[in-house]
C-alpha cells in the first residue's frame, strides 16, 4: 500500500502553494504546528511580512484568499498580527484514518525510506563474568527501541553488542581455572542463566582472592594473559569456555526484558583484537598519533586537563598493550569499510562522552569518519533511586538487574491479579511480566536520554499518570468494547458523519503517527513517541468518556466509532511494539 499522506502534509503544501501564489519570490514555509485555538496554526506569515517590509495581518488576508477550503480545509481565518487558524473538514479525518486504517501491512500508512542507509548501532554491552546490574538497563532498553524504529522506517540496521570479553581480568581467570579444573562443572545437564553466572561470580571471588595473596599465582596469571593475547591454544579455549557460560546468562536476562538478542550480533572487545596493530600503525604513519613517553597518543586542541596540559587519548600503552581506544577504533573501521555503514550510533553511558569525543575526533583526523560517515553517541544518564541518587541496595551495592526485573513483575502481577475478573493464575502471571517488564522500559524510554531519571516502581506500575500500564489499560479497554460490539457491527469508516469534538480531537492525533514516528527515528529519540502514545491514551480516555460507542445515536455511528476504537488500538499496539512493549488484550 501507498504511504498515507497526513493532514498536516497536507495543509502544509496548500498553504506554501498559497504563499507562493502571493510572494513567488519567497521561500514558503507556513510554520504550521498543532493549536489550542485551532486544529493547525499557520505561523510563518510574520517571518515573511517582515522580511518583505509588509504588513503582517493583509499579507496574511492576501494568502487566505489563495486558500482552497472545501474537501480538507474547511475554514481558515487570520488571527491577531498575521496567525493563520486552520480548521480541518470532519470528512478529511475520517478520510484519512480509513486510509490508514485500509493498510494490510500493519504500518498503517507510514512510509518506508526510498534510499535507506547503513545504520550500526552499539548497545546492550554487558561484561563476560559479571552480572548485569542497573547500570546496564538504560543501554539496553534504549538502544533496542531505536533499533526497531529504524527498521521501522526503513533503515537498514546492523546491530552490535560490544560485549567486555578481553583484557587482564581473564588471564587470572584462565589460569584458576586451569588449576581447578571442576570449578565451572555443572552436575545438571541444563542450567539457567543465572546459575551460569553465580559459578563465574564465585570462580572470579575465589581467583581474586588467590591472586592478592599468592605472588606465584600471579605471576602464573599475567604470564596468562600474555597467551590469551598471542593466541594459545589451550589459553583461548579456557576463554572461550568464560564466553559460553557468560552468554547463557545474557540471553536469559535479555529474554526476561523481553528483547531479542542474537549470537550473530555479539562482537566484543575480542573481535578487533587482529586489527589493533594495524589501527595503530596506521594512526602513527599518518602523524595522527605520536609516540609520548613510550606510549601511542593522540593530542587536541581543544582537550586539556586542570593543570593547562593536554589530555591525550592513549591508544597503545608503553608496555605495548592496548587500551580501550584501539579496540574503539579498530571497530570504527570495521564498521565503516567492511559493514559500509553511514551512521554509527553508540549507546553509551553520558559520563564516557569525553572518551567518544576523543575517539570520533581521532576517526576524523585518519579520515575513516567524513561528511559521509557520521558517529554519533547516544548518551543517556543516569538511573537514581528515590533520593535522587545514583540506585543503591540498602547495603550501598548495585542493585543486580534480575532482581530489579523481578520485584517490577511482582508488583505488576499484584496489580493485575487486584484488577483481573476472569483471568487463570498463569494468565496473571504472563500479564504481570508484560506489564511489569513494560513499566521499566517505559519509565526509562518517556524519558529524554541523556536526562537521569527516578526508579519508582510504585509509580511506575501505577494506572494513573504518565506510565506504560495507563497506555496498556487503554488498549486492553478499546479491545474489550470491540469484543462486546455485536457480530452484525463491524467498525466501519463514515466520513459523511460530523465528528465530536472529542472525535476530531482524537482523530487528528491519530493521524500524526507517522511524522511522530519518523521524528523519533531521525532524532533517535524514543521519548517522542512515548510522549505521543501517552497522549493519544488520553485523548482516547476523553473520547471514551464523551462520546457513547455502542450506544451511540445511529447504527453508523456505532460503526465509525468502532471504527475510530479500532484504528486508535492499532496505533498504540504498533507504538508501542516501537518501544518493545507488550500490549495485552486483557488487563
Known sequence: ????????????????????????????????????????????????????????????????????????????????????????????????????????????????????????????????????????????VIGDSVVKLLEFTGENVVRRHHIGDWGTQFGMLIQYLDEHPHELDHKDAEVTGEEAMSNLDRLYKAARRLFDSDDEFKTRARRRVVDLQAGDPDTLAMWQRFVDESKIYFFSVFEKLDMEIRDADIVGESGYNDMLAETCRLLEESGVAVRSEGALCVFFDDIKGPDGKPVPLIVQKSDGGYGYAATDLSAIRDRVFNLKADSLIYVVDARQSLHFKMVFETARKAGWLNDDVKAYQLAFGTVLGKDGKPFKTREGETVRLVDLLDEAIDRASAVVREKAQDLSEEEIAERGAQVGIGAVKYADLSTSANRDYKFDLDQMVSLNGDTSVYLQYAYARIRSILRKAPEDVRPVAHPELPLHEAERALGLHVDAFAETVAEAAREYAPHKLAAYLYQLASLYTSFYDKCPVLKAESPDQVANRLFLCDVTAATLHRGMELLGIRTPERL
Open 1 to 140: 500500500m501507498a504511504p498515507v499522506t497526513s493532514l498536516s502534509d497536507t495543509v502544509q503544501q496548500q498553504l506554501a502553494s498559497a504563499i507562493s501564489a502571493v510572494r513567488p519570490e519567497a521561500a514558503a514555509d507556513p510554520l504550521l504546528r498543532r493549536s489550542d485555538r485551532a486544529d493547525f496554526q499557520a505561523n510563518g506569515i510574520l517571518a515573511l511580512a517582515k522580511k518583505a517590509k509588509a504588513n503582517p495581518r493583509e499579507l496574511a488576508t492576501e494568502v487566505v484568499a489563495q486558500v482552497v477550503t472545501g474537501e480538507v480545509i474547511e475554514d481558515v481565518e487570520v488571527s491577531g498580527p498575521g496567525f493563520l487558524n486552520i480548521t480541518i473538514a470532519d470528512r478529511a479525518i475520517t478520510a484519512n484514518l480509513a486510509a490508514r486504517y485500509a493498510d494490510d501491512t500493519g504500518r498503517l500508512g507510514v512510509p518506508c525510506a526510498e534510499h535507506p542507509g547503513t545504520t550500526v548501532i552499539d548497545y546492550a554491552q554487558p561484561n563476560v563474568a559479571k552480572e548485569m546490574h542497573v547500570g546496564h538497563l538504560r543501554s539496553a
